[in-house]
């Protein structure tokens, strides 16, 4: 590896052990066995390098949210089985990624200090609905028209942070898939009537 993977695995390894606010740029140096100038010349600034670290962690969760043991979808998309199916890999995952969670959180409620974070963060964030409405409708992310990605992504991003909050305050009583499906079925079949 070059420098800047070097740094990248680093910044990775203290963005979960200390966070997006306590991690230096020293910390990513010292982590990464590489130097201060290669941050610079890599990647512009430390924020820019922890942004890129973030998102390569959120792009790995979402990896493992694949819903079928193989990376086979089972149930037919936007079916209520299918939906159910998602959402257990999805929580399936959370063990494993609650410090990418809280790190999700911690960085969710700075306020304009970190203006340049949260730029980077809000297209990271639409590319997130996306990956989460192509699992859902089992339409290829690269086929998914707009409106699909801002409403039916939008919804599972929505429940998505929801869960997570759910989750990590308190894993014995959060949601399950099971809950939220029946939910779902409840709500549609309430609505179908009224």
């Not at 399936?92 to 306020?111: C, G, N, Y």
């Not at 996306?130 to 919804?155: H, K, N, Q, S």
């Not at 869960?163 to 939910?183: H, I, K, N």
């Amino acid at each position: 590896m070059g420098h800047r993977e070097d740094l990248l695995e680093g910044a990775k390894r203290c963005l979960l052990e200390k966070g997006f606010l306590r991690t230096t740029a020293r910390d990513v140096v010292r982590e990464s066995g590489t130097n201060l100038a290669s941050i610079g010349y890599h990647y512009g600034s430390k924020d820019a390098l922890l942004v890129r670290a973030y998102i390569s962690l959120i792009e790995g969760l979402g990896e493992r949210f694949d819903p079928g043991l193989d990376g086979e979808v089972t149930e037919p998309p936007r079916s209520l089985e299918r939906f159910q199916e998602v959402w257990t890999g999805i929580l399936r995952t959370v063990p494993e990624s609650r410090a990418i969670w809280l790190l999700s959180f911690e960085l969710m409620f700075q306020d304009e200090r970190l203006e340049e974070v949260r730029t980077l963060l809000a297209e990271a964030q639409r590319q997130g609905r996306a990956g989460l409405a192509a699992m859902f409708t089992g339409i290829p992310e690269a086929d998914l028209d707009e409106e699909t990605v801002e409403t039916e992504g939008r919804l599972y991003q929505t429940l998505l942070n929801g869960l997570m909050v759910q989750w990590l305050f308190d894993p014995d009583s959060a949601t399950t898939a099971e809950q939220l499906t029946e939910g779902l079925r409840r709500t549609v079949r309430e609505t179908a009537l009224g």
